[in-house]
Nanobody, 123 residues
Framework: QVQLVESGGGLVQPGGSLRLSCAAS????????MGWFRQAPGKEREFVAA????????YYSDAVKGRFTISRDNAKNTVYLQMDSLKTEDTAVYSC????????????????WGPGTQVTVSS
């Protein structure tokens, strides 16, 4: 079965950094665009970042642009989200997603989702 498992979440102070990882199994990783979403308490799920299957083209929400970096290692079946200059409003459960079509992924219609990892930014 397909499985996406996030790791790397935790508590960090404003201005700090975290690196999230998402390990995929049960699928041909290089055939899928990958992305990250987040959901804060009382808020709708929000697109964060996405990366195409075999190019370096990436996409970011305005809220994280310039602070977050998405990358992937197809040899390791893993996608990463480097989060720098974290703000309290970045606090959320972060989930990774996989879809063969990046436009579907960005629209929240991903084929597969991970369970999420908690990121808390607080002083």
């Amino acid at each position: 079965q397909v499985q996406l498992v996030e790791s790397g979440g935790g508590l960090v102070q404003p201005g700090g950094s975290l690196r999230l990882s998402c390990a995929a199994s049960g699928l041909t990783f290089s055939n899928y665009a990958m992305g990250w979403f987040r959901q804060a308490p009382g808020k709708e799920r929000e697109f964060v970042a996405a990366i195409r299957r075999t190019t370096t083209i990436t996409y970011y929400s305005d809220a994280v642009k310039g602070r977050f970096t998405i990358s992937r290692d197809n040899a390791k079946n893993t996608v990463y989200l480097q989060m720098d200059s974290l703000k309290t409003e970045d606090t959320a459960v972060y989930s990774c997603a996989a879809d063969a079509v990046i436009t579907d992924l960005r629209a929240g219609r991903s084929d597969y989702w991970g369970p999420g990892t908690q990121v808390t930014v607080s002083s």
